[in-house]
């Protein structure tokens, strides 16, 4: 989700009325506290991980448009009332009224209340999955050179009476057990916490010692690959990606943004467009990004494709002038004005 936030935040915002920019001036400086960066990322975090976000529409003087802030709401705090919603900003408790508001949804509205449906739902075990193995792979480390020291079983009876209990003089004449003398001299040499003494002979189970057996990356690996699936981000992108050469990352790139990117930018400025209709319509462009160079390359030879073939028909009288103009208008490829 963050790699995704990050691309999408580096997306710029134009307008064509150059004499009307005010959405655009709003949307590079949304609040006092963010830069359009951060607004964007956390406006993106929120919708990824909620499956829907909502932006406040705060005016600091009522109905001054040079005084309104739009502001990410944490989508964990929010409670719904019937006219009013009430959520966690800044430290403080807000209640705002629905128009004060404009929801985004990920995927779908949920169809009991406004909140909204994550991908992140039904992808619990995976989460929790990779979690587990991060902790046992720690676990494991934490573990690793612990030993048990103990009387051998073929010690003699009386050895295995007292085992290393057994009183010992040191070099002062005072006594002190073998197991006391062996745990000083370990303490000396920095050993005593990796290696344990036992006075007794003990049957020893190391309870971690199948985790050596454990092969954590796969885990992460086939759980983490499931999540990116939901997200439709590649996994050429990720450190688990497989032959992830210089050529398949740019095509992942450029899928990334086809199919999670671009609508996910698309989402955010179709609704602001539509709740400030008057303070001039905003657009978006990611033609500074590499990727885009590709993908307008590729756009561009089917629209010269769709062309030919429109051509051909209208040359045998299949299809009218008006029809020609009517399907090229529809793909996009002429303006209807």
């Known amino acids: 989700m963050n790699q995704i936030a990050k691309r999408a935040s580096n997306v710029k915002f134009t307008s064509e009325d150059d004499k009307q920019q005010q959405l655009v001036d709003k949307i590079n400086n949304p609040n006092e506290h963010q830069t359009k960066v951060e607004f964007l990322k956390e406006f993106c975090i929120y919708l990824l991980s909620s499956g829907y976000t909502v932006v406040w529409k705060?005016?600091?003087?009522?109905?001054?448009w040079d005084s309104l802030e739009l502001i990410n709401i944490n989508p964990d705090t929010?409670?719904?009332?019937?006219?009013?919603?009430?959520?966690?900003?800044?430290?403080?408790?807000?209640?705002?009224?629905?128009?004060?508001?404009v929801y985004f949804y990920d995927i779908r509205q949920h169809s009991e209340h406004k909140a909204g449906v994550s991908r992140l739902k039904p992808l619990k075990s995976q989460v929790e999955n990779t979690k587990n193995a991060q902790i046992a792979k720690g676990i494991q480390i934490a573990n690793a050179g612990t030993t048990i020291v103990s009387p051998k079983s073929y010690s003699n009876?009386?050895?295995?009476?007292?085992?290393?209990?057994?009183?010992?003089?040191?070099?002062?004449?005072?006594?002190?057990?073998?197991?006391?003398?062996?745990?000083?001299k370990l303490t000396s040499r920095g050993l005593r916490n990796r290696i344990i003494v036992s006075s007794k002979g003990?049957?020893?189970?190391?309870?971690?010692?199948?985790?050596?057996?454990?092969?954590?990356?796969?885990?992460?690996?086939?759980?983490?690959?499931?999540?990116?699936?939901?997200?439709?981000?590649?996994?050429?992108?990720?450190?688990?990606?497989?032959?992830?050469?210089?050529?398949?990352?740019?095509?992942?790139?450029?899928?990334?943004?086809?199919?999670?990117?671009?609508?996910?930018?698309?989402?955010?400025?179709?609704?602001?467009?539509?709740?400030?209709?008057?303070?001039?319509?905003?657009?978006?462009?990611?033609?500074?990004?590499?990727?885009?160079?590709?993908?307008?390359?590729?756009?561009?030879?089917?629209?010269?494709?769709?062309?030919?073939?429109?051509?051909?028909?209208?040359?045998?009288?299949?299809?009218?002038?008006?029809?020609?103009?009517?399907?090229?208008?529809?793909?996009?490829?002429?303006?209807?004005?």
Not at 58 to 64: A, E, I, L, N, R
Not at 158 to 166: A, H, I, K, V
């Open 58 to 64: 705060k005016y600091k003087s009522f109905g001054v």
């Open 78 to 101: 929010i409670t719904e009332g019937k006219t009013s919603l009430t959520f966690e900003y800044n430290g403080k408790t807000e209640t705002v009224t629905y128009d004060q508001v």
């Open 157 to 184: 009876s009386n050895n295995m009476d007292e085992g290393l209990d057994g009183l010992v003089p040191d070099k002062i004449g005072n006594q002190k057990t073998q197991k006391e003398a062996m745990e000083e």
């Open 202 to 337: 003990l049957d020893a189970v190391n309870l971690s010692a199948q985790l050596n057996n454990v092969k954590f990356h796969e885990i992460v690996e086939n759980d983490i690959l499931a999540i990116c699936d939901a997200y439709t981000f590649p996994p050429e992108l990720t450190p688990y990606g497989k032959n992830a050469k210089f050529d398949n990352k740019e095509l992942a790139e450029i899928s990334l943004m086809e199919s999670e990117i671009i609508p996910l930018v698309e989402n955010l400025i179709n609704s602001l467009n539509s709740e400030f209709p008057e303070r001039g319509e905003i657009q978006m462009s990611f033609n500074h990004i590499n990727a885009m160079s590709l993908i307008e390359e590729r756009i561009q030879k089917t629209n010269g494709t769709t062309i030919d073939q429109l051509s051909v028909l209208l040359d045998k009288g299949i299809i009218t002038q008006d029809e020609f103009r009517k399907e090229l208008i529809n793909k996009k490829i002429l303006s209807d004005e």
